[in-house]
């Protein structure tokens, strides 16, 4: 694995769909700046395993998360249940965990990622903020963002679902890189 600037965790299905769709978003748009993706699919993995009997061990947790890079995590659930399980982890407090916020109500899949502020727009400009060096573009690709989700805005309430570009995205030939 190379060296990451930034990490995008995620754990949930809707939420690693966003974590995947962010990360083409950067690969495509920021291209110099260096992401890891990590799907968590047993989130008894992320405590130590001293305090639990699925937790995964100081030397492969490092290996994924490092102990220095800050980590952006999309979780299906409440935030504060991943803070939980990496609390005794190196540097606990670079995780930025993205989920539940009681912002939801009767709307399209992707309308409640923006709610929760879990869509891809909002995980890349996370990336972004949270990366150690800001590679060139990296304003102009938050400023972006930001109007997609102000587009995405106007679209939802206009015709009831979510644009075209989020509702039929698929990894297609990407899932190749």
């Known amino acids: ?11 949930g299905d809707v939420v690693t769909m966003e974590t995947v769709a962010a990360a083409r978003i950067l690969l495509e748009k920021l291209p110099q700046m260096k992401v890891r993706v990590v799907n ?3 989130l008894m ?20 998360f490092t102990d220095h890079v800050d980590v952006v995590f999309s979780f299906h ?3 504060g249940a991943i803070h939980q399980l990496v609390h005794g982890r190196p540097d606990a407090d670079r995780f930025r965990v993205r989920g539940f916020i009681e912002q ?3 709307t ?24 150690k060096r800001l590679p060139s573009g990296a304003s102009e690709l938050k400023a972006w ?15 009831l679902e979510d644009m075209p570009e989020v509702r ?7 899932a190749q890189h």
């Open 145 to 159: 963002c930001e109007a997609q989700l102000e587009r995405h805005e106007r679209y939802v309430v206009e015709h």
């Open 77 to 79: 659930g409440y935030p």
């Open 104 to 106: 939801g109500t009767t």
């Open 45 to 64: 993995t992320l405590p130590r395993p001293k305090d639990h009997p699925h937790g995964m061990s100081e030397t492969m947790f490092r290996e994924l």
């Open 1 to 11: 694995m190379g060296v990451a600037e930034v990490i995008l965790a995620c754990a």
């Open 40 to 42: 968590v699919v047993d």
């Open 108 to 131: 399209t899949p992707f309308d409640m990622t923006v709610r929760n502020r879990a869509s891809r727009y909002h995980l890349v400009m996370d990336a972004i903020n949270n990366a």
């Open 168 to 174: 039929d995205w698929s990894l297609g030939d990407w």
